[in-house]
């Protein structure tokens, strides 16, 4: 096996060593009753690299792939262009087989480029501090929730329409587990988001409000009444981004006095990955940093006073305050935070400006290509890169039909909200750099299609 | 060449002794590298995009005008800077990597080379199932061998990672419960070797943690177990082979007891790796186990993370597990049980626990390992991972202090104390000096139950003669420190940094790079 160094006579001089008669012997403490002998069944035996790779190229080959037909799927995955270096960086081994720097000395490659990740991520998302990653987004905002409750000592939270449907249900799993009450909408198919309402919701037991910005049909607004209202009721004030190049292109949450901001750090570095592995994305107001989940990077000196960075704030965490914690969390997401960090260098803020105006002039172009087919109508007033359409009629199998003619037209809201007659109509439309004006093009066309054969029928 | 103070062999000169200090501060091929914000600008960047116009019309006016903050690098100045950072890392490619309980093993390359196949790579969660069904049968190909492998009767796929998973076993066992009317039942039995994740997510679930102590021979206490079943008890959460690096010998009899009293046995695998091919959970009565897949399966730490934590369920609790999961059908067609489909097909279930299907990417790298290492490969694996810890504990038994050596062999892990060392050494004093050997340390002071302890888990991954070179140089370190070598107190000497102020770090945090400010005003 290519992977196991020792030979049988290695094997048989460290088990002279050890005292024992054979390998059997030091599982002596396992109940014979327990022990399987010989290979396990169903299995087939070891494989050459060959072999696998065959395997698995054929299971991979299954599938359409989104950069070999015209894409639009976004709804909290976004497929952008991922500069070669960023994955060339990644796999360095230094940096893909290191564990958690728990031993700074010999981590700071890892632990400076935590620090430089915090900093890019608290700047991009307009808070004071950012952690070293969540798991993604969904759990981040469940995390957010939590820590709003034990800083406000309420348990009520005002969960948006406009969130994300599965970071919704998330926080319901969570929410029943930890007594938190989450009051909760669906998205109305309109242009206005529901920010007035949310506000009209707030009252002395709010915990918190989150809102997605932009929310889960693409519109944008303003935060800032809000965070007004939240604060005025001592209530904390969560925002959520699931795209994150949007920070290029419209104000950050924070600099409209969201107390928590968190999101799905996807998009930059990481890639489509059918869902995960993500990197989620969790900043707020310095006031709050010891009521933080997760791993935390500081500065300091090391013993001949030079600059160096170690894991900091432990005493939140599971493995010093156990049942105490902030939160259970341990292994995060580091290497998806160093392709997150890698490619925000990379681009920088005139590069990540400059991918923002690209991606929202995309979108522009798609959105008024897209009204001028008969039957569509497109809802947003306001969007980023993403916007959403009323096809009139149900969008899922129009999506399915789609997906045979080749192109993947986007994210039905009935995939998202089963069985939800108000809005089993609309579409989601995310358009990033990757999408070329003949790509739209063949969207709109094979829309026409469908919707023609659909009037027809 | 110099003999250092203890005497036992000559040393390199330390720090250069005899030269003068660099202009650079950099020491050859030990190179200082600034911070992103130091260097960059937020007029540079490493990419080029298409020309084309960037119209900001739909924005509404949250048209973001104050700067950001955000430094760019060119192409080849961002390659120098993560390039120069990855050269302060330790990494298993570099050697040997003993952490306990970490399970650091090779991280085969052809893992890699699959998960980034377009197929699995470049597919977006939401695509209909239809054009995803290669993604879906690497879902369901790995969730059959994951049972097969623990003789359990479900798996739940999505958990994020191992915390992840312990929630979702944890959540399974508290929606039976209530299921059965008994959401009474408040109280978590774990033993004090657990892993910290144990009782913080116990706790997050609501449940009270109690401790059960531990045997002289360093395993869970049947009897004082056993005596606190009631009732009040939800679960038990046993770390299987233990934190010690033992195995639990009367697992199967605290199973028995367990549900004979109502309650649930949680088995967290996270050392899964000493017994694959060899041992079934299920045979032991476990109900719930999550399975790190970047411990045992060997998909890379990558210095924190990504992991994934799929977790086998028995019988009782596969109907509680969470959404999303694959299904196979009789003509092979795969489709995927959601919210829309929950109430026919899965009405039991707790809920998702994260948005779409769980870490891909590291099913797709576990996958590879099981198929390269076939069943014969796995049962080498947990052999040559009990051999190696074996001989590493008989190596060193004669020179640090293993207190359950006594009792027979051990699993993967070996543990040591400090006890003997100098007064005022410790095991970090042994730890930091390791480092100076070219190693990482072993996992310190965890578990809690051994005093000063040293976890080692040297994986079936390392050949005889890099154990061979970790051994003589734990030995020389465990010497030293019995004999209070003062340079041990110091170390390391040779890394990229010498020990770091935690301290200061905790009591005014800097989590954030600030611009410094300007040198007039630094002065007043």
């Known amino acids: 096996m290519r992977y196991l160094p020792l030979t049988p006579a290695d094997r048989t001089e460290m088990?002279?060593?050890?005292?024992?008669?054979?390998?059997?012997a030091l599982f002596a403490d396992v109940p014979k009753e327990a022990r399987l002998d010989g290979p396990i069944r169903g299995l087939p035996l070891h494989a050459s690299e060959l072999a696998v790779e065959?395997?698995?190229?054929?299971?991979?080959?299954?599938?359409?792939?989104?950069?070999?037909?015209?894409?639009?799927?976004?709804?909290?995955?976004?497929?952008?262009?991922?500069?070669?270096?960023?994955?060339?960086?990644?796999?360095?081994?230094?940096?893909?087989?290191?564990?958690?720097?728990?031993?700074?000395e010999i981590a700071q490659g890892t632990l400076q480029m935590l620090f430089e990740f915090q900093t890019q991520v608290a700047r991009m998302l307009g808070t004071d501090v950012a952690n070293a990653s969540m798991y993604d987004g969904s759990t981040a905002c469940w995390e957010a929730i939590g820590m709003a409750r034990?800083?406000?000592?309420?348990?009520?939270?005002?969960?948006?329409?406009?969130?994300?449907?599965?970071?919704?249900?998330?926080?319901?799993?969570?929410?029943?587990?930890?007594?938190?009450?989450?009051?909760?909408?669906?998205?109305?198919?309109?242009?206005e988001t529901d920010i007035d309402a949310l506000i009209a919701k707030i009252d002395a037991d709010t915990s918190c409000v989150v809102v997605q910005y932009p929310d889960i049909l693409g519109r944008i607004a303003d935060l800032t009444p809000l965070a007004d209202a939240c604060h005025a009721n001592k209530a904390l004030l969560i925002a959520v981004v699931t795209e994150p190049v949007a920070m290029g292109a419209i104000r950050a949450p924070g600099e409209m006095d969201a107390d928590i901001v968190v999101g799905e750090g996807q998009s930059i570095g990481v890639g489509l990955q059918?869902?995960?592995?993500?990197?989620?994305?969790?900043?707020?107001?310095?006031?709050?940093?010891?009521?933080?989940?997760?791993?935390?990077?500081?500065?300091?000196?090391?013993?001949?006073?030079?600059?160096g960075f170690v894991l900091t704030l432990s005493t939140r965490e599971q493995h010093i305050r156990r049942e105490k914690a902030t939160s259970n969390i341990c292994t995060n997401s580091g290497l998806c935070a160093l392709a997150f960090s890698v490619h925000m260098t990379?681009?920088?803020?005139?590069?990540?400006?400059?991918?923002?105006?690209?991606?929202?002039?995309?979108?522009?172009?798609?959105?008024?290509?897209?009204?001028?087919?008969?039957?569509?109508?497109?809802?947003?007033?306001?969007?980023?890169?993403?916007?959403?359409?009323?096809?009139?009629?149900?969008?899922?199998?129009?999506?399915?039909?789609?997906?045979?003619?080749?192109?993947?037209?986007?994210?039905?809201?009935?995939?998202?909200?089963?069985?939800?007659?108000?809005?089993?109509?609309?579409?989601?439309?995310?358009?990033?750099?990757?999408?070329?004006?003949?790509?739209?093009?063949?969207?709109?066309?094979?829309?026409?299609?469908?919707?023609?054969?659909?009037?027809?029928? | 060449m110099s003999i250092n103070q203890s005497g036992w062999k000559p040393t390199a000169p330390a720090k250069g002794e005899g030269a003068a200090p660099t202009f650079t501060g950099n020491k050859a091929l030990m190179l200082e590298e600034p911070l992103i914000f130091e260097i960059g600008s937020t007029k540079t960047t490493g990419v080029d995009f298409a020309e084309g116009d960037v119209a900001h019309d739909r924005l509404g006016d949250l048209t973001r005008k104050a700067p950001i903050g955000l430094p760019g690098l060119s192409e080849q100045e961002t390659v120098r800077h993560y390039t120069r950072l990855s050269r302060q890392n330790y990494a298993i490619d570099l050697g040997l990597f003993p952490l306990g309980s970490c399970t650091m093993k090779h991280n085969p390359r052809l893992n890699e080379k699959m998960a980034r196949l377009p197929g699995f790579a470049d597919v977006h969660p939401l695509q209909p199932v239809d054009t995803v069904q290669g993604a879906l049968e690497v879902i369901n190909q790995l969730a059959f061998w994951l049972i097969d492998l623990?003789?359990?009767?479900?798996?739940?796929?999505?958990?994020?990672?191992?915390?992840?998973?312990?929630?979702?076993?944890?959540?399974?066992?508290?929606?039976?419960?209530?299921?059965?009317?008994?959401?009474?039942?408040?109280?978590?039995?774990?033993p004090e070797s657990a892993h910290g994740t144990n009782p913080a997510t116990a706790a997050f679930a609501g449940f009270t943690v109690e401790d059960i102590p531990a045997t002289p021979d360093g395993r869970v206490d049947l009897d004082a177990l056993t005596a606190r079943l009631g009732p009040d008890v939800a679960a038990v959460?046993?770390?299987?082979?233990?934190?010690?690096?033992?195995?639990?010998?009367?697992?199967?009899?605290?199973?028995?007891?367990?549900?004979?009293?109502?309650?649930?046995?949680y088995c967290d695998g996270a050392n899964f790796n000493a017994i694959v091919g060899r041992v079934r959970p299920g045979d032991l009565g476990v109900d719930a186990m999550h399975i790190n897949l970047h411990k045992t399966f060997s998909t890379p730490h990558g210095g924190g993370g990504p992991g994934s934590g799929p977790v086998v369920l028995s019988e009782a609790l596969s109907p509680f597990g969470p959404l999303p999961f694959t299904e196979r059908h009789g003509d092979g067609y795969i489709t995927l049980v959601e919210e829309e489909t929950v109430e026919d097909r899965h009405p039991d279930s707790f809920g998702r626990m994260t948005a779409f299907h769980g870490q891909m990417g590291m099913f797709t790298r576990a996958l590879t390992y099981i198929l390269s290492h076939g069943a014969?490969?796995?049962?080498?694996?947990?052999?040559?991972?009990?051999?190696?810890?074996?001989?590493?504990?008989?190596?060193?038994?004669?020179?640090?202090?293993?207190?359950?050596?006594?009792?027979?062999?051990?699993?993967?892990?070996?543990?040591?104390?400090d006890k003997g060392f100098a007064d005022g050494f410790s095991t970090i004093d042994a730890a930091k000096a390791l480092i100076d050997e070219g190693f990482h340390p072993m996992t310190m002071y965890f578990p809690l139950v051994v005093h000063g302890a040293m976890l080692v888990e040297p994986t079936e991954t390392e050949s005889k003669a890099a154990l061979d070179q970790f051994i003589g140089a734990l030995r020389s370190v465990a010497e030293r420190a019995k004999a209070g070598d003062p340079s041990l107190k110091t170390a390391p000497h040779f890394a990229p940094r010498s020990r770091l102020d935690e301290t200061l770090a905790a009591r005014k945090p800097v989590l954030v790079w600030k611009e410094p400010a300007p040198v007039a005003e630094a002065a007043e």
């Open chain 1, 15 to 24: 088990l002279s060593v050890i005292g024992a008669p054979s390998i059997d």
């Open chain 1, 54 to 104: 065959r395997h698995m190229t054929a299971l991979g080959r299954k599938n359409t792939v989104a950069g070999e037909v015209p894409f639009f799927l976004g709804a909290g995955a976004y497929r952008h262009h991922v500069p070669a270096s960023v994955d060339h960086l990644i796999q360095r081994g230094e940096f893909l087989t290191a564990y958690t720097p728990y031993q700074p």
């Open chain 1, 150 to 191: 034990r800083i406000t000592k309420r348990a009520k939270a005002i969960l948006s329409g406009g969130l994300h449907p599965h970071y919704v249900s998330v926080a319901k799993t969570m929410a029943k587990y930890t007594g938190d009450a989450l009051d909760v909408a669906l998205p109305e198919l309109s242009a």
């Open chain 1, 274 to 307: 059918f869902g995960g592995p993500y990197v989620g994305l969790f900043g707020c107001k310095e006031k709050y940093v010891r009521q933080m989940p997760g791993r935390l990077c500081g500065e300091t000196v090391d013993a001949d006073g030079r600059r």
């Open chain 1, 346 to 457: 990379l681009l920088g803020e005139a590069g990540l400006r400059r991918l923002a105006g690209l991606n929202h002039a995309g979108a522009c172009r798609a959105a008024a290509r897209l009204a001028k087919v008969p039957g569509v109508r497109v809802v947003n007033h306001t969007f980023f890169n993403e916007f959403t359409v009323d096809l009139g009629r149900e969008a899922r199998p129009i999506v399915r039909r789609l997906a045979d003619e080749g192109v993947l037209a986007g994210v039905s809201l009935g995939r998202l909200y089963p069985g939800v007659a108000a809005l089993e109509n609309g579409l989601v439309v995310a358009v990033t750099e990757t999408v070329t004006d003949e790509d739209i093009e063949a969207l709109a066309t094979a829309l026409e299609g469908a919707l023609e054969g659909a009037l027809a029928a």
């Open chain 2, 150 to 190: 623990t003789g359990m009767h479900g798996v739940a796929m999505s958990p994020k990672a191992g915390a992840h998973g312990e929630l979702c076993g944890i959540l399974c066992i508290k929606a039976a419960l209530e299921k059965r009317g008994e959401g009474h039942r408040k109280v978590v039995l774990v």
């Open chain 2, 237 to 265: 959460m046993i770390t299987n082979p233990n934190t010690c690096g033992l195995f639990e010998r009367d697992l199967k009899a605290i199973s028995d007891a367990v549900h004979a009293a109502g309650g649930y046995v």
């Open chain 2, 376 to 417: 014969d490969g796995l049962r080498q694996v947990a052999e040559d991972a009990v051999l190696n810890a074996n001989y590493v504990l008989r190596s060193l038994e004669d020179v640090l202090d293993a207190p359950f050596a006594a009792s027979g062999p051990c699993m993967h892990e070996a543990i040591f104390s």
